[in-house]
């Protein structure tokens, strides 16, 4: 489920702008996902925060094809009246997996389809639902780890046992080693055996960081609860 929160990450911060009130206009009926024949339910009903966020997430193993489940969630949203943005503005996401959302702009809720192909021509399915009604705004006053000068496009991830820090900062993937060794034994954390994994009572923080675009780094902080 990181995997999915961080892809979530991604989908929030696209699509916060294109949400908007509308009029008096008589709302439609409440979308409803398309019936599947599932497999197996991969994850549990879960609830997670981005960005101020509330979303719903679950995953389930489905016997359908990636190919073919494309075209009928494409066609579920529209022939539920939500707003499909063209493909070029659709997130794409590595490993072959693919994401299509839609957007109820009168209540102010995105949904997501993440399709993962397998093997064996079934598809693992992430499913979403944003609520941007009830947006709260996130701020920095709780945040689990300090962020290094220059920290842009911040977004907050908190979910049921786990928290989430992502951010893209003008530096270099020494210097980010650097910043976070330094400021984290400040505050009690000891270096793992793992590289980018620290450690606190009854806690496991991971720092993950790649290239990203115009020389920027692209920096994930995951806060973890971990057995005694």
Excluded: C
Excluded at 69 to 79: G, M
């Amino acid at each position: 489920m990181r995997t999915v929160r961080r892809a979530w990450a991604l989908l929030v911060a696209l699509s916060l702008p294109a949400l908007a009130g509308d009029g008096g206009t008589p709302e439609p009926a409440r979308f409803v996902w398309p019936k599947l024949q599932v497999l197996e339910q991969v994850e549990s009903n879960e609830m997670v925060e981005a960005g101020g966020v509330p979303v719903a997430l679950r995953a389930v193993h489905v016997k359908e094809s990636a190919r073919e489940l494309v075209q009928r969630f494409a066609d579920a949203f529209r022939d539920g009246g939500l707003y499909v943005p063209p493909g070029k503005e659709q997130p794409q996401l590595a490993s072959n997996a693919a994401m299509l959302t839609a957007v109820d702009p009168r209540r102010r809720i995105t949904y997501t389809v993440i399709l993962q192909p397998q093997p064996d021509g079934t598809t693992t399915l992430y499913l979403g639902e944003a609520n941007h009604a009830l947006a709260r705004a996130p701020g920095k006053d709780t945040d689990f780890a300090p962020l290094p000068p220059g920290a842009q496009g911040v977004l907050r991830i908190n979910g049921e046992g786990s928290r989430t820090l992502t951010f893209h900062v003008p530096l270099t993937g020494e210097q980010v080693r650097t910043f976070y060794d330094g400021a984290l034994a400040k505050a009690g954390w000891k270096r793992g055996d793992e590289a980018g994994v620290y450690m606190r009572s009854g806690e496991e923080l991971r720092l993950v960081h790649e290239p990203g675009e115009g020389g920027q780094r692209a920096v994930v902080l995951l806060l973890q609860s971990r057995a005694r």
